[in-house]
């Protein structure tokens, strides 16, 4: 397969870079077409560096200008050359964590009309014509309301992209739907090894975390090693949201999480393509060779 056509909807900027960076460099590296829809400007972010503190939306509620630049700085890090806003910048803002006040803002993304924003992103699906489609799982992860609903939107436009009746533009029915996955062997192995390293970041405890998947349920494991360091410079160039100190970073909880070089994914529709060698559970993987998916192209003619 030569002309491969990856997208990725990540709720803020530094969310593509955090779960699917490794990933994304892997394939522009390739020369795989990779499509970056990012659906907020992260508004609402806690701002790390106390000299950019003003940019905050309590007080010159600017961060989110701020950050776009910081999501182009990273994109040319991972080799990402096609980037958009979903229905432009801003058109969205970021609603906050779940249960603020800021879930209940008129523009807030949280409150987008499912079919309006999932128009906008079927407009992207018909002009990329990707072959696969990657985002959040329902949850968004972690319950974050903006991760949730960009499940939602790419659901709904995975759904409508070949629907002849919907919308302008020639249908396309994308092959194959991922969602994003972190192991609860990879957050418990992460904090044991945080908590041994002896670095100003905090290890979290994993014990009653709601979030993470079994190992079982990963059906795709993408082995970006050879990348790291293309993740690890984007990382650094969202420098409001992220401190990194290699192989750990952290956000503004400054609780620490590994630089994962292995990243999984959970093939949600689409037919599975045959297993391939696994990534050895030191390097990050899950010590399985052949068990999984190593290529989200896997099966695609």
Partial sequence: MTDRRLLLVHAHPDDETIGSGATMAKYAAEGAHVTLV????????????????????????????HRIG???AACAALGV?????????????DSGM?????NHRGNAFWQAD???????????????????????????????????????????AFELAADPVFGEGEPWQVAKFY?????????????????????????????????????????????????????????RAHATQISVDPPWFALSNDIGQEVLAVEHFILDSGMPGPAGPGAPAEAGGLGEPYKREADLFAGIH
């Fill in 179 to 235: 969602l994003t996955a972190t192991a609860r062997s990879t957050m418990r192995r992460t904090a044991e090894a945080i908590g041994e390293a002896g670095v100003r970041f905090l290890a979290e405890d994993t014990e009653d975390v709601p979030f993470g998947c079994a190992d079982e349920d990963i059906t795709t494991e993408i082995d970006g090693r050879a990348h790291l360091d293309r993740k690890i410079d984007a990382m």
């Fill in 114 to 156: 499912l079919d309006e924003a999932a128009g906008e992103l079927v407009k992207v699906i018909r002009e990329v014509r990707p072959q696969v489609l990657v985002t959040y799982d329902e949850n968004g992860f972690y319950g974050h309301p903006d991760h949730i609903q960009a499940h939602r939107v790419s659901r709904r």
């Fill in 98 to 102: 779940m249960g603020v006040v800021s």
């Fill in 38 to 65: 990012t659906c907020t400007l992260g508004e609402e972010g806690e701002v790390i560096p106390p000299e950019l503190a003003h940019l905050a939306a309590d007080r010159d509620d600017t961060l989110g200008g």
């Fill in 81 to 93: 050359t096609d980037h958009r806003f979903l229905g432009g910048p801003g058109r969205w803002r």
């Fill in 70 to 72: 910081e999501l182009a």
